[in-house]
């Protein structure tokens, strides 16, 4: 099954990016080709980029602290484990402390490392962190793969707090929804979404053997759902036939 995702409001949208950016950013220090750790370091300052919102880190102490209230009203309920209960509580005060100590906007203490901030704005000139351009990089780029990852992870270290408090929320919001099997009928799906209930978030499983790619879109009233094909033109095209998925709203 392949699960897409549809956020329903901008905070969420940028978790979503983040997470994404966080990913590709761990899978590409772990490797050892100095043309990875290039990517690697793209993706740092993507991270920054999204990242330098004012209000983000605001927002992400705020999601913590409401979760946290939320799991506080489960105490005591029968039905809840009360051992993982607590472990969950522990794992969002962790995040919220690593998360609160730190000082300004996220990468702040980045961009205090001039060397690390040439590179940046040239990354994205086609051809612009070539080795006359950036002698320095070009000689960094050739030191071990220890060498370079170890750098990489004391940079990405001062982000840590940042994606394990995004995770952490990500993974609460994905938990609360209940799947439900769902049939689209000539490609076309649409649901009105209960009052007095804000979604953020809307998950999609389709079998990838059926080939057809779900086209997303919803606010607080309605989702709508066209599921398309890609054609031997190589252009999305409308599928019109019955083909069931699996639809998740978390709340």
């Known amino acids: 099954m392949i699960t897409y995702e549809y956020p329903f409001n901008e905070r969420i949208r940028t978790y979503l990016r983040l997470e994404s950016l966080f990913r590709r950013l761990l899978e590409l220090v772990a490797r050892d080709e100095a043309l990875d750790h290039h990517y690697a370091l793209a993706s740092l300052f993507e991270v920054m980029d999204v990242g330098a919102r004012a209000d983000l880190k605001s927002d992400v102490l705020r999601d913590l602290d409401k979760q946290k209230q939320v799991l506080n009203g489960y105490r005591g309920n029968p039905s809840i484990a009360q051992g993982v209960l607590d472990e969950v509580l522990q794992q969002i005060e962790q995040s919220y402390s690593q998360l609160n100590s730190l000082s300004g906007k996220v990468g702040h203490v980045l961009t205090e490392n001039d060397w690390l901030m040439s590179i940046r704005s040239r990354i994205g000139i086609p051809g612009g962190t070539c080795a006359f351009d950036l002698p320095a990089y070009y000689a960094w780029q ?97 599928g019109n036939q019955d083909a069931s998925f699996d639809l998740t709203l978390c709340s």
């Open 142 to 238: 050739h030191a071990s793969p220890e060498q370079r990852r170890t750098d990489l992870q004391r940079w990405v270290s001062t982000l840590t707090p940042l994606a394990d408090a995004i995770g952490l929320l990500l993974t609460l919001l994905r938990d609360s929804g209940v799947p439900q099997k769902v049939l689209a009928q000539a490609g076309q799906f649409q649901q009105a979404l209960p009052q007095g209930r804000t979604f953020q978030l809307l998950r999609l499983a389709i079998d990838p053997a059926l080939g057809l790619i779900p086209e997303i879109s919803g606010n607080r009233l309605i989702v709508s759902i066209r599921l398309m094909q890609l054609g031997e033109d190589e252009r999305l095209h409308a």
